[in-house]
């Protein structure tokens, strides 16, 4: 029986369901003599038991060397141009305390965007100099925060935030450096972009308008003007979308020279990785490689100095570091009436879903699976991972091909999941948020502790959290 016909086109029929695909997993996945699935030198089988689950598990050494990884490309593309390079964690894509130590160990900077995010860099130490600071509106107590700590640079977004900023700054009589956030009219996803005059979309200043913005910073005493800085997209593969921007925003550099130095050129982030092995990244050094040549050649051509390049990248350092383990909870195969027939897809339950992971249900993500706590005996089945929310939406992984000895009790490991996941989880149907579990040579430690049902009910004004009775319950 074959169920193709309701498989998408990139997936097809493994010759072993039980296969971990290379740079789909953390490079120390791998399976133990009783086929279970290892990482960081962990079994899934222990980290179960300890953590229960769901349990997010993240790769120490696989997010350091990819952090570590990224900086080097970035710093020799650009030495090899004459250039400097650095590079920014963008903490959005998952900032702990630990995270933040091992990006900083790695010589990285880190990029917030909230006055969370801010407090959690500076909780676990990062230096303020070595933050940058994002947000299309940033609260005024946020702005006060990042000044006051000695951000180093705030990434500004719109002229009413210039005029905050400097009121801020004059207030408090400091300086204050900036990058001015630019749309450069280029928006790129994975293979392909799209360059338009102007991007509809919130952030930044259309090319139009960025040079009437700093030249409303150049008068400023306390606010600097460091120079440009645009994003152009997530999950890109090639170089080609960054290349337009970069060949854009240096025509912009150039013209805004003749108004002082500009020392910096900060390119954002959006490196892709991959989901399943469908997906084909680029390796970071030929990115690097491709984008730093791109922008010297641009510089090159006008005579300009290379300017000192920054790099933001977020689900490129810690997506495959993550991995997510559920436990089977229900296997039920449901008949689906296709073009050619009638089809079975097997939809495979577990206690998780869409609060721990929202990209599936927000994004249409893909992602893969794969049996973690022993090796299917069967042939590959055709199945759908879905969670346990009140929710036809709540989808984990849409499409992949599973052991079709696929039973309840059976652990399911999903893999790149580091990035964008913990940060979007919720409590949806009041499910606690699970754990986030650091495993590095054999062992494993919390880094994120799970919520309890308790936690959640300790929210709940309407109950006396004391003694767990309804408020007015028990009075009199
Ligand atoms: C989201 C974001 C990033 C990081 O994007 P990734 O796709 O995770 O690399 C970097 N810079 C800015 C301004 C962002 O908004």
């Keep these: 029986m074959s169920s193709s016909a309701l498989a998408p086109e990139w997936l097809t029929s493994p010759a072993d369901p039980n296969d971990l695909a290379p740079g789909v997993w953390p490079a120390s996945a791998s399976r133990d003599a009783n086929g279970v699935l290892v990482i960081g030198g962990v079994p899934a089988t222990a980290l179960a038991r300890e953590y229960g689950t769901p349990v997010v598990v993240i790769d120490e050494d696989e997010a350091r060397s990819r952090a570590v990884r990224t900086r080097d490309a970035f710093a020799s593309a650009a030495a090899r141009r004459g250039g400097d390079a650095r590079v920014y964690y963008a903490g959005k894509a998952f900032l702990s305390a630990e995270i933040a130590r091992w990006m900083v160990d790695a010589g990285l900077r880190i990029d917030v965007c909230s006055g969370g995010e ?21 609260q005024v107590w946020e702005l006060e925060r990042a000044v006051t700590a000695g951000v180093g640079t705030i990434i500004v977004d719109s002229l009413i935030e210039i005029e905050r900023l400097a009121a801020i700054t004059e207030r408090l009589d400091v300086t204050q450096s900036v990058l001015v956030r630019v749309n450069s009219g280029v928006h790129a996803e994975t293979h392909s972009f799209l360059a338009t005059a102007h991007e509809d979309q919130k952030f930044g200043f259309p090319l139009s308008a960025a040079e009437e913005a700093v030249a409303r910073i150049r008068e400023l005493p306390h606010v600097r003007f460091a120079g440009l800085h645009c994003h152009i997209g997530s999950q890109i593969f090639g170089v080609a979308g960054f290349r337009e921007s970069a060949s854009r925003l240096v025509e912009l550099h150039e013209r805004l020279l003749a108004g002082g130095e500009i020392p910096l050129l900060n390119l954002g982030g959006g490196f892709g990785i991959a989901y399943t092995r469908a997906d084909d990244p680029s390796p970071i050094e030929e990115l690097a490689e491709g984008i730093v040549g791109a922008v010297a050649d641009e510089c ?15 689900r490129s350092i810690i997506g495959t570091a993550g991995v997510t383990l559920y436990e089977v909870g229900t296997v039920k195969p449901v008949r689906v009436q296709t073009p050619d027939g009638e089809r079975d897809r097997v939809y495979v339950s577990v206690d998780g879903g869409m609060s721990d992971n929202a990209r599936g249900a927000l994004y249409g993500a893909q992602y893969s699976a794969r049996l973690a ?11 759908r991972v879905v969670g346990m929310h009140c929710e036809s939406g709540d989808i984990v992984v849409d499409h992949e091909y599973l052991p079709g000895d696929v039973t309840p009790g059976d652990l399911l490991a999903v893999p790149a999941t580091g990035a964008y996941t913990v940060p979007l989880a919720s409590n949806y149907n009041h499910v606690p948020r ?15 502790r799970g919520e309890t049902i308790d936690d959640l009910l300790a929210r709940d004004a309407g109950l006396d959290t004391e003694t767990g009775l309804a408020a007015g319950e028990g009075e009199g």
Excluded: W
Excluded at 300 to 314: C, M, W
Excluded at 434 to 448: E, L, N, T
């Design 434 to 448: 699970p754990p986030v579990v650091a495993v590095r040579g054999g062992s494993a430690r919390v880094i994120v």
């Design 300 to 314: 090159d051509a006008r005579g300009i100095p290379l300017p000192t390049l920054a790099f933001e990248p977020g």
């Design 118 to 138: 801010l407090a959690v860099a500076l909780a676990a130490g990062v230096a303020p100099s070595h933050i940058g600071f994002h947000g299309n509106n940033k």
């Design 373 to 383: 706590s022993r090796e299917g005996m069967d042939a590959p089945a055709l199945v």
